[in-house]
């Protein structure tokens, strides 16, 4: 299968940090994608990673482990914008698969 | 902004009815891909189009089918609508280089479609 898990929803205060798995198959991996989606609007690209380890992008980083089929973005200095579902999808030759989206819900 | 645009941003049909979806691609992309996404749910992967033939399909019946036109925009086709045809139906645009892989997806904001 092309299973993608990660959890539904997740809670965190203004400022903190927070880390958001997911798990992926990992047959015909072709790397990792995370995206960030606010209701009601497009899915914006936040990382791609491919090869193994973390990847620093501004308070966003992403990290990979091909070996465990695992992933993570991690989110720092929280801010109240961040509320959004993030989306993790696993690149099998060029078409995403995705899971269901974490729903993030950031409190003053 | 990602430069990618649907049309219509919303749409109600009826059951039974036919529907078609419009995407222009980001200016210099020559790949679309089309998702349909439910309400509290990840996109799901269509079809893609690479210079006007579709390369490679998800788990979505004939009765959906695409078109991708020289200007490498796309239209998907919505055949004999069922209640469960509503959602958020989502196109991106990429370059496709090589074999096509590692491509980064940009997003319309997508049209969202209800059947009743």
């Known amino acids: 299968g092309q299973n993608i898990d990660q959890p539904t929803e997740m809670t965190a205060t203004e400022g903190a940090i927070v880390q958001i798995n997911c798990t992926y198959q990992t047959s015909g991996f072709n790397g990792l994608f995370w995206y960030q989606q606010h209701a009601g609007e497009a899915p914006t690209f936040l990382s791609y990673?491919?090869?193994?380890g973390l990847e620093e992008k501004g308070r966003f980083s992403s990290f990979l482990s091909r070996s465990k089929g695992y992933s993570y973005l991690l989110l720092k200095e929280l801010q109240m914008k961040d509320s959004a579902s993030y989306l993790c999808?696993?690149?099998?030759?060029?078409?995403?698969?995705f899971g269901q989206g974490t729903e993030l819900s950031v409190k003053p | 902004e990602t430069g990618v645009t649907q049309s219509p941003t919303h749409l109600i049909k009826t059951r039974g009815q036919q529907v078609t979806l419009r995407c222009s691609s980001q200016?210099?992309?020559?790949?679309v891909s089309w998702y349909q996404q439910a309400l509290g749910q990840g996109p799901q992967f269509i079809f893609q189009?690479?210079?006007?033939?579709?390369?490679g399909r998800g788990n979505f019946p004939p009765r959906f089918s695409g078109l991708q036109f020289p200007n490498y925009s796309s239209e998907l086709n919505v055949n004999a609508l069922e209640l469960d045809d509503s959602a958020l139906y989502l196109c991106a645009s990429s370059f496709r280089t090589g074999t096509g892989v590692g491509n980064i997806q940009y997003f319309g904001a997508g049209t969202r479609l209800s059947v009743l």
């Open positions: 990673n491919v090869l193994d």
């Open positions: 200016s210099g992309h020559n790949t």
């Open positions: 999808a696993n690149n099998q030759g060029g078409k995403l698969i």
């Open positions: 189009y690479y210079r006007e033939e579709e390369n």
